[in-house]
């Protein structure tokens, strides 16, 4: 069975930091590119970055650049989204999602079940 | 950034009846667009791929049309089940989500 779990999610205040784990089973993890894909309480789907297979290329939402850092280790099947400086807009339940073909020009074909991250004093 | 809308918002239909929902894109995606469904506390599932491309193990009751800037996804014969939010997404540059289609009980 090929999953994607979400964890690391929990309330946080503005201004701190929170690090989002994504542990992937059941696929060849290292020859997929990876995405995140958030969607606030209520609201659409917003992506919010994705990870070559390699882990080379990066690219994020202009929303997010500077703030988040997407990362993943192969060796461990796992992909990260280090979220520093959040901010009340951040709060959405966060999606890591895979890239069908493996590359970027493609839908999103695995979905984990999401994690909650809320932001609030 | 490439802009999607997608309309209606929302769309009330019964049980058995054909549906259509639009999406636009801000300019050009040729055929690089993806469908998806979602339903309440579950993460989306992909439908259809490449604009018309139905994924493995979506029933037939669903396709998908257009190219360049319109495209369009139907649902004939709407089953209780397809009562759900419907998403467009290009993927020609970055990933660009449309605002949603909720397809409601009439």
């Known amino acids: 069975q090929v999953h994607l779990v979400e964890s690391g999610g929990g309330v946080v205040q503005p201004g701190t930091s929170l690090r989002l784990s994504c542990a992937a089973s059941?696929?060849?993890?290292?020859?997929?590119?990876i995405h995140w894909v958030r969607q606030a309480p209520g609201k659409g789907l917003e992506w919010v970055a994705v990870?070559?297979?390699?882990?080379?290329?990066?690219y994020y939402a202009d929303s997010v650049r500077g703030r988040f850092t997407i990362s993943r280790d192969n060796s461990k099947n796992t992909l990260y989204m280090q979220m520093n400086t959040v901010r009340p807009e951040d709060t959405a339940v966060y999606y890591c999602?895979?890239?069908?073909?493996?590359?970027?020009?493609?839908?999103?074909?695995?979905w984990g079940q999401g994690t909650m991250v809320t932001v609030s004093s | 950034d490439i802009q999607m809308t997608q309309s209606p918002s929302t769309l009330s239909a019964s049980v058995g009846d054909r549906v259509t929902i639009t999406c636009r894109a801000s300019?050009?995606?040729?055929?690089?667009l993806a469908w998806y469904q979602q339903k309440p506390g579950k993460a989306p599932k992909l439908l259809i791929s490449?604009?018309?491309s139905l994924e493995n193990g979506v029933p037939s009751r669903f396709s998908g049309s257009g190219s360049g800037t319109e495209f369009t996804l139907s649902i004939r014969n709407l089953q209780p089940e397809d009562f759900a939010t419907y998403y467009c997404?290009?993927?020609?540059?970055?990933?660009?989500f449309g605002q949603g289609t909720k397809v409601e009980i009439k």
């Open positions: 999602a895979r890239g069908k073909s493996g590359g970027y020009r493609d839908g999103f074909d695995i």
């Open positions: 059941g696929f060849t993890f290292s020859t997929y590119a």
């Open positions: 990870i070559s297979y390699d882990g080379i290329n990066k």
């Open positions: 300019q050009s995606i040729t055929n690089w």
């Open positions: 490449k604009a018309s």
């Open positions: 997404q290009q993927y020609n540059s970055y990933w660009t």
